[in-house]
């Protein structure tokens, strides 16, 4: 008996969404699963940890003659700092995902179809600290100085318990940063679609000028790459006619391999950009300098 195609699946789960680009493209993707995303964020919490045991041994090794407390303080705001770090910055990158996100094929987006701004992504990981790591630190201190009763433990236990299982009970599985920060996060697929695109045996039919290329930074890349994925022809036709009309391009009548060959180029350029220590991340970024 044949499986059902993962779209299918995701549609009879209730987790396809409707995700509109700025060109008007209904992407239609699909949300991370709870038991994923706890997945990814078991990944990503044990690469904090073997990070920080590192980071402690050294320190520790390096600074075994400075106050213990005054070294304890310091341990703890490195503590704060890198994990609270690790998942702001990572999701700010292009990819919008963490590595434990990436191995599970999730990334992080905002619900509006708008790039994922800072503010947003710094909301939506510091409710972290309240949802989990804010009661678990208070119960852990008050076990270590034995004045941890039964009240504090289970208040403390069903405190975390209530935001970890918030996800199940809304159908976007939406935390409570994400549903603050305005994000969904959602399914990507695993495969590199640069390598799958960029065919060396294959010689472009199209040149593009640096103005054509300029339309387009980092995050609008991650825009093309979902179109071309999705392949629906329709999404392929309106931004492909988007990117002629902005860049003033004859149209030849092969709207996919036209998107296909620009996406290629873009990503030569972007990452020529980064050899020369240049980093674009978005079609704005030139007009802010």
Known sequence: MPQPRPEARAEADGLRRSFITP???????????????????????????AVLVVATIVVFTLFFSVHAPALAIVWMIGFFVLRNGWFTLFEMGGRGATPGKRIMGLRVVARDGARLSGGALIVRNAMREVELF????????????????????????????IFLLFPLFNRDRLRVGDLLAGTWVVRTVGVALGSELAVPEARPRRSFSDAALSLYGEYELQTLEDVLRA?????????????RRKANLADDGDDLGFLTEYYAALCVRLERGLLVGRRRLDKFADAKR
């Open 23 to 49: 060109e008007g493209v209904d992407l239609r993707l699909t949300l991370g699963s709870a038991g994923t995303r706890a997945a990814a964020f078991l990944i990503d919490a044990i690469a904090v940890v």
């Open 134 to 161: 804010l009661p678990l630190t208070f119960l852990g201190t008050q076990a270590a100085e034995g004045t941890a009763d039964t009240f504090v433990t289970l208040f403390s236990l069903g405190w975390s318990g």
């Open 231 to 243: 392949g629906q022809r329709d999404s392929i036709a309106t931004v492909a006619t988007t990117i």
